[in-house]
């Protein structure tokens, strides 16, 4: 079980604190802007059908299932020979720039066939190197700190960040695409710009929070043995399973409402550049109310943490059905409550799986963090690629029409109606449905039950 109080060695530093968040940079980045505007990219500049669309989207990072656990596995077996992973972050760090610049580079004369495989191409690429980056990033925390309260604290101060993150680079990078005309250089500069500011967040945390040693070393294992840590852990350690469906879910959930976003702002509300106030509607709020997220989480627990940002998400997702027929800017006071319970749901569940890596270690007595990282990435990689691909399909059911550089077609209502439905109801089905895998879930940390006590013994991994 992890400890309920921190040994003074234990209590992070700020600097600590600051280089992890800081990673949240290029996670976040990453995690918004290609859930944001690749879709749009290829229906509304490309002209690529929304059935095919939907596939560009999704395809790539399914691979990332077969990947991540890869990536996760060779992390394991270099930390274990090295008692490092920064190499991986590194290389991902780096890698990622001119492929992320290439996904945004189609020449102008390409078909929409072309246009598609091109994209395709080039995204693939770069989710492979961002997975590099990922999956050793969202296993440092067990290895950063092993205190229970210490890790939500991480992850809070992560999640604040990150919100920062979607801030500029989910509404500077089309703010930058539409100062720069548009069209195919206005994505052009704008994946130049956000690349640039991905790597960099990257960069600080790869040598600003990733141990120069991870704790207690194990021997080397076959890389093949490593590899099948991470499908045998999702089957094996049930906290683990149950917290993986969760996540995936609820990231789906965001992911179809970041998937129509832009689709909102053009055809439901009549500006383009009202994108950037929906992104400050949904994030700005969680820069505020995060320490109440990390107070709430010291005192009730991480579950019931998860549970209220769950049902705020819920209630305000649902409010926006009433988009399908009366459309306006009162829809930003929903998205922002939204905004509110998003940052809950991303900040418990990132901190109660390092709780889970820490408990499986010593319950087995051997290191497969590297490996579920992966498999938890991988999952959630799933989920995030899903929700564009979702939306658009919603859209192909209600007649949405494609057109080719910036000029906006009218929709038949029908369209208008499924781009209203996918981003409310949608989103509010799959997270009320995501909180089903929450029954049984036990938090380890005990401070969930008044009548844990800290000489309790229990193990997630069990």
Same mark, same amino acid.
């Given at each position: 079980?992890?400890?309920?109080?921190?040994?003074?060695?234990?209590?992070?530093?700020?600097?600590?604190?600051?280089?992890?968040?800081?990673?949240?940079?290029?996670?976040?980045?990453?995690?918004?802007?290609?859930?944001?505007?690749?879709?749009?990219?290829?229906?509304?500049?490309?002209?690529?059908? !929304?059935?095919?669309?939907?596939?560009?989207?999704?395809?790539?990072?399914?691979?990332?299932?077969?990947?991540?656990?890869?990536?996760?596995?060779?992390?394991?077996?270099?930390?274990?020979?090295?008692?490092?992973?920064?190499?991986?972050?590194?290389?991902?760090?780096?890698?990622?720039?001119?492929?992320?610049?290439?996904?945004?580079?189609?020449?102008?004369?390409?078909?929409?066939?072309?246009?598609?495989?091109?994209?395709?191409?080039?995204?693939?690429?770069?989710?492979?190197?961002?997975?590099?980056?990922?999956?050793?990033?969202?296993?440092?925390?067990?290895?950063?700190?092993?205190?229970?309260?210490?890790?939500?604290?991480?992850?809070?101060?992560?999640?604040?960040?990150?919100?920062?993150?979607?801030?500029?680079?989910?509404?500077?990078?089309?703010?930058?695409?539409?100062?720069?005309?548009?069209?195919?250089?206005?994505?052009?500069?704008?994946?130049?710009?956000?690349?640039?500011?991905?790597?960099?967040?990257?960069?600080?945390?790869?040598?600003?929070?990733?141990?120069?040693?991870?704790?207690?070393?194990?021997? +080397?294992?076959?890389?093949?043995?490593?590899?099948?840590?991470?499908?045998?852990?999702?089957?094996?350690?049930?906290?683990?399973?149950?917290?993986?469906?969760?996540?995936?879910?609820?990231?789906? !959930?965001?992911?179809?409402?970041?998937?129509?976003?832009?689709?909102?702002?053009?055809?439901?509300?009549?500006?383009?550049?009202?994108?950037?106030?929906?992104?400050?509607?949904?994030?700005?709020? &969680?820069?505020?109310?995060?320490?109440?997220?990390?107070?709430?989480?010291?005192?009730?627990?991480?579950?019931?943490?998860?549970?209220?940002?769950?049902?705020?998400?819920?209630?305000?997702?649902?409010?926006?059905?009433?988009?399908?027929?009366?459309?306006?800017?009162?829809?930003?006071?929903?998205?922002?409550?939204?905004?509110?319970?998003?940052?809950?749901?991303?900040?418990?569940?990132? &901190?109660?799986?390092?709780?889970?890596?820490?408990?499986?270690?010593?319950?087995?007595?051997?290191?497969?963090?590297? &490996?579920?990282?992966?498999?938890?990435?991988?999952?959630?990689?799933?989920?995030?690629?899903?929700?564009?691909?979702?939306?658009?399909?919603?859209? +192909?059911?209600?007649?949405?029409?494609?057109?080719?550089?910036?000029?906006?077609?009218?929709?038949?209502?029908?369209?208008?109606?499924?781009?209203?439905?996918?981003?409310?109801?949608?989103? +509010?089905?799959?997270?009320?449905?995501?909180?089903?895998?929450?029954?049984?879930?036990?938090?380890?940390?005990?401070?969930?039950?008044?009548?844990?006590?800290?000489?309790?013994?229990?193990?997630?991994?069990?």
């Amino acid at each position: 079980m992890a400890d309920r109080t921190a040994a003074p060695a234990d209590v992070l530093g700020r600097r600590t604190l600051l280089s992890y968040a800081a990673g949240s940079v290029g996670t976040g980045g990453f995690g918004t802007l290609p859930g944001l505007v690749l879709a749009y990219y290829l229906t509304d500049t490309l002209a690529v059908a !929304a059935t095919v669309a939907s596939v560009v989207v999704v395809a790539p990072k399914i691979i990332d299932v077969v990947v991540n656990p890869i990536i996760g596995a060779r992390s394991d077996a270099r930390a274990a020979r090295t008692g490092s992973r920064r190499s991986f972050m590194l290389f991902g760090a780096l890698a990622l720039v001119p492929l992320f610049v290439l996904t945004f580079l189609v020449p102008p004369s390409a078909s929409p066939a072309l246009a598609a495989a091109w994209v395709f191409v080039f995204f693939t690429l770069t989710a492979i190197a961002y997975g590099f980056f990922q999956v050793p990033y969202v296993a440092l925390p067990a290895e950063i700190t092993h205190d229970y309260h210490q890790r939500t604290r991480l992850i809070t101060t992560r999640i604040a960040v990150l919100a920062l993150a979607v801030l500029l680079v989910g509404a500077g990078g089309p703010a930058i695409r539409d100062a720069a005309g548009g069209g195919h250089v206005g994505y052009a500069v704008m994946a130049v710009v956000a690349a640039l500011v991905l790597c960099a967040g990257m960069l600080i945390a790869t040598f600003g929070a990733a141990p120069r040693s991870t704790p207690a070393p194990l021997a +080397a294992e076959p890389p093949r043995t490593r590899l099948r840590d991470g499908v045998a852990a999702l089957a094996q350690v049930r906290s683990f399973r149950l917290l993986v469906a969760l996540f995936v879910i609820q990231a789906l !959930a965001s992911a179809v409402m970041l998937g129509g976003a832009q689709y909102v702002a053009t055809y439901l509300l009549g500006d383009k550049s009202a994108l950037t106030y929906m992104f400050v509607a949904l994030v700005g709020p &969680a820069l505020i109310v995060m320490p109440l997220w990390y107070r709430l989480g010291h005192r009730f627990g991480k579950v019931a943490g998860v549970v209220l940002a769950s049902a705020l998400f819920i209630a305000a997702t649902a409010s926006l059905v009433v988009a399908a027929w009366a459309p306006g800017w009162w829809m930003l006071a929903s998205v922002a409550v939204a905004g509110v319970g998003y940052a809950g749901m991303q900040a418990f569940p990132l &901190a109660m799986l390092p709780d889970i890596i820490e408990s499986d270690r010593r319950t087995t007595g051997h290191d497969r963090g590297g &490996a579920m990282s992966g498999v938890w990435t991988a999952c959630e990689t799933v989920g995030l690629a899903l929700g564009p691909g979702v939306f658009l399909l919603i859209l +192909a059911i209600g007649g949405f029409v494609s057109s080719s550089g910036d000029t906006t077609v009218g929709q038949p209502d029908s369209a208008l109606t499924a781009i209203a439905l996918a981003f409310s109801l949608v989103p +509010a089905l799959l997270v009320a449905f995501s909180l089903l895998f929450l029954r049984g879930y036990r938090d380890d940390g005990g401070v969930d039950s008044p009548s844990a006590r800290p000489g309790t013994t229990r193990h997630p991994a069990q």
